[in-house]
Nanobody, 118 residues
């Protein structure tokens, strides 16, 4: 059974930091590109950051470049999103996504809420 379980969300003040984790199981994690997406109320889901299967390549939305860092530990089947200098506009539900580049199989987690507010 495929599972992606996000954790680490919460309420943080502007300028603060959070580290999200996504623990994967039920598939060969190291074969999949992993990404973080977010969706704010009334808005479409958007890509925040992605990382290649071996961790050698990353990409970021312009809005988070220089503030967020995506990483992965294939020995732990886990992908992370370090979020620094958080802004109120970062408030959203953050989702973990696994994507296989050949089969195009695609899995999603249930999300974790991040709220940036004073």
């Amino acid at each position: 059974q495929v599972r992606l379980v996000e954790s680490g969300g919460g309420l943080v003040q502007p300028g603060g930091s959070l580290r999200l984790s996504c623990a994967a199981s039920g598939f060969t994690f190291s074969d999949y590109r992993m990404s973080w997406y977010r969706q704010a109320p009334g808005k479409e889901r958007e890509l925040v950051a992605g990382i290649s299967s071996n961790g050698g390549s990353t990409n970021y939305a312009d809005s988070v470049k220089g503030r967020f860092t995506i990483s992965r530990d294939n020995s732990k089947n886990t992908v992370y999103l370090q979020m620094n200098s958080l802004k109120p506009e970062d408030t959203a539900r953050y989702y973990c996504n696994a994507f296989h580049p050949l089969s195009h199989w695609d899995y999603w987690g249930q999300g974790t809420q991040v709220t940036v507010s004073s």
